[in-house]
């Protein structure tokens, strides 16, 4: 059995994502293009993010290779670097998986030339799939990731590639304003047919936050006997605006307009209170890959893991508000301090 099964098999495993909204937002890496140069200009700061989500609890090292495929470098004039990119990225996450006994993903995600339409679309983003999986069967994975498949049929495409290459496939889907994929299928059917193409690990990931994903996971947990993951974006969607494209912010008219998407999603973005709560409804109805997708900060997955009985390196700073000058209940805190709380 493989290590993923293993730990699964044994309980949850949390799964940091988002590597590509903290870059930008710690101006490492552009919006709108979202290719992981920093991989290659700073792999120091790579590592290094690596290693605070799994502080924070992560139990996977996911490979930083996320539009790190050809049409995207391509679109960016960087389709020499495709393979050093996704070399540097799985070598950099595979040191940090080892020094911390953390499992080790490969990662393929939705190409964005797939169509149904153009008969030679699917063996453009087969082979596609076909280098990056070979390049993380090289560095030893422990399992690969396919994610942000809106196309079922793609992802369908992309679980062939890994099982063909003898790995383990975790395999989620995006689902966007509708609860279907774009080929019209409901969330619980694609992945009961990827789940029936072999895939050790089916679910949902990005684009929804907690309150719009939780009805869908809901219907393909019952559908699927294998495991399922549920990897939400830290956002407050609703069922008028259930993607985070889809968000709308009254309270901004910039020139750009009033879509916030991606940059300006901050007076949407969850607590870590609203992450625990999620974690805790999603592990309670059998799901064991749990994680947090495009937004996500160490503090998302910290509280995450703490609400499904994970206690983290991070865990020894969570918050303790008893010591608190003004809010706390510790003997040493005088009652002027105390009795003024309220005026704060």
């Known amino acids: 059995m493989s290590r993923l099964l293993e730990r699964l098999a044994q309980g949850p495993v949390i799964c940091a994502e988002g590597y590509l909204f903290e870059f930008e937002r710690r101006g490492y890496l552009q919006a709108g293009a979202f290719v992981p140069e920093v991989v290659l200009d700073h792999p ?3 590592a290094q993010l690596h290693r605070e989500f799994v502080h924070a609890g992560s139990d996977v090292v996911e490979a930083f290779t996320y539009y790190a495929h050809r049409e995207k470098l391509r679109i960016v004039g960087k389709e020499d670097a495709l393979e050093t990119i996704n070399r540097q990225a799985l070598a950099i996450a595979g040191e940090v998986a080892r020094e911390s006994d953390a499992l080790l993903a490969g990662d393929v995600c939705n190409t964005n030339v797939f169509d149904p339409g153009d008969a030679g679309s699917a063996a453009a983003v087969r082979a596609m799939f076909e280098e990056q999986v070979g390049w993380a069967v090289d560095a030893g994975v422990d399992f690969v990731i396919g994610e942000t498949f809106s196309w079922a049929e793609e992802a369908l495409i ?3 590639v890994i099982k063909k290459a003898g790995a383990i496939a975790a395999i989620t889907l995006a689902m966007h304003q509708e609860d279907v994929t774009r080929e019209g299928w409901s969330a619980a059917d694609a992945c009961a047919r990827l789940a029936d193409a072999g895939a050790d690990v089916v679910g949902l990931n990005c684009i929804r936050g907690p309150a719009t994903m939780m009805p869908l996971l809901r219907e393909v947990r019952a559908r699927v006997t294998t495991h399922v993951a549920a990897l939400p974006v ?7 605006q259930p993607s985070f494209q889809s968000l709308r912010d009254p309270q901004w008219r910039a020139s750009e307009g009033t879509r916030p998407f991606p940059v300006a999603l901050d007076p ?4 870590r209170f609203e992450i625990a709560e999620f974690g805790r409804e999603a592990y309670a109805m059998g799901v ?11 503090h998302h997955i910290r509280a995450l893991a703490e609400a499904v ?3 983290p390196p991070a865990s020894r700073y969570s918050p303790d508000m008893s010591k608190h000058a003004f809010l706390g209940s510790h003997e040493r805190i005088k009652s ?3 009795e003024y709380a309220q005026k704060l």
Do not use: W
């Open 44 to 46: 120091e700061l790579v």
């Open 158 to 160: 992309a679980l062939d």
């Open 234 to 240: 830290p956002y407050r969607t609703n069922a008028s």
């Open 268 to 271: 949407f973005t969850c607590n």
């Open 288 to 298: 064991r890959y749990l994680g947090v997708c495009c937004g996500a900060g160490p």
């Open 309 to 311: 009985g994970k206690h």
């Open 336 to 338: 002027v301090q105390k």
